[in-house]
Nanobody, 114 residues
Framework: QAHLVESGGESVQSGGSLRLSCSTS????????MAWFRQTPEKEREGIAF???????TYDDSVKGRFTISRDNAKATVYLQLNALKSEDTAIYYC????????RGQGTEVIVSA
């Protein structure tokens, strides 16, 4: 059974940076496209960053140029580097082993204050 655990979320000031991690187990990490999603009470869950098995990454326009997704298959871990954070980045961030976000972890909360 797939198990994903996100970490690294915290409160940070606008303009700051964070690095989120997602440790996975229960499936062959290297064979799956991995993704990061985020959700707020006001918005539906949205996919913001995706990384394919060959390392190719794509981003939602809202984070392009500020966030970077990466993966370490040896550690079965996927990362999300968040730079130039804005208040609208405040959300719970989830990693997922599919592009729809169906199989995901419990999330880690990022709070960006002005």
């Amino acid at each position: 059974q797939a198990h994903l655990v996100e970490s690294g979320g915290e409160s940070v000031q606008s303009g700051g940076s964070l690095r989120l991690s997602c440790s996975t187990s229960g499936f062959t990490h290297s064979k799956y496209c991995m993704a990061w999603f985020r959700q707020t009470p006001e918005k539906e869950r949205e996919g913001i960053a995706f990384i394919s098995t060959d390392g190719t990454s794509t981003y939602d326009d809202s984070v392009k140029g500020r966030f970077t997704i990466s993966r370490d298959n040896a550690k079965a871990t996927v990362y999300l580097q968040l730079n130039a954070l804005k208040s609208e980045d405040t959300a719970i961030y989830y990693c997922s082993k599919d592009r729809q976000g169906k199989v995901r972890g419990q999330g880690t909360e990022v709070i960006v204050s002005a």
